[in-house]
């Protein structure tokens, strides 16, 4: 069972792990499986290839693009990002930065996907509103989509962002 560095623990109010995966991918020869399986990587991880279809907002020019792209460059920077997250490395370095410094002191734009089943809108937003503080500095945004919010409704969220900047 995986506990963020944050203390968060989900499973027994969702009835399911909703960061189970972040410990297969902070291991090491995640990378490998990730270039021996590449295309079932893509759709949904089976180790064993089995395949469902990928989501249409990842065009094949994006997906021939991202595949080259890691497969040449390799998967392990991205994947320390889970190893981060699960690790001890973020927590002991944020203890070194001063009380005063905890909170963010420019604006903050968070974007939210209500359809996101592992990274839940509602709970991040509590999250975030609270880690803010009474600085009034935050922006939120909930996006009808999965967890890519990026690419399954960029328009909406490019809008939002540029009316967010130009606000500034």
């Avoid at 995640?30 to 395949?51: G, L, M, P």
């Avoid at 991205?78 to 490395?89: A, F, H, R």
């Amino acid at each position: 069972m995986c506990t963020l560095k944050l203390g968060l623990r989900w499973p027994p109010f969702l009835g399911y792990e909703n960061f189970g995966f972040f410990d297969y991918l902070a291991r090491d020869g995640t990378d490998q499986d990730i270039v021996d399986h590449t295309e079932s990587f893509w759709d949904i991880w089976y180790i064993n290839d089995r395949r469902v279809a990928t989501g249409d907002f990842v065009t094949p020019k994006e997906r021939a693009f991202q595949t080259e792209f890691y497969n040449q460059n390799g998967w392990t920077a991205p994947l320390n990002w889970y190893k981060i997250i699960i690790g001890d490395v973020d927590r002991e370095d944020n203890k070194r930065i001063p009380q005063e410094n905890t909170l963010p002191q420019k604006p903050v734009f968070f974007g939210s996907a209500s359809r996101d089943y592992y990274s839940l809108s509602a709970l991040w937003f509590e999250f975030t509103i609270t880690s803010m503080g009474s600085n009034g500095t935050l922006t939120t945004r909930e996006y009808n989509s999965g967890h890519c919010v990026q690419m399954q409704a960029k328009d909406e969220a490019n809008k939002d962002l540029l009316q967010w900047i130009e606000g500034l």
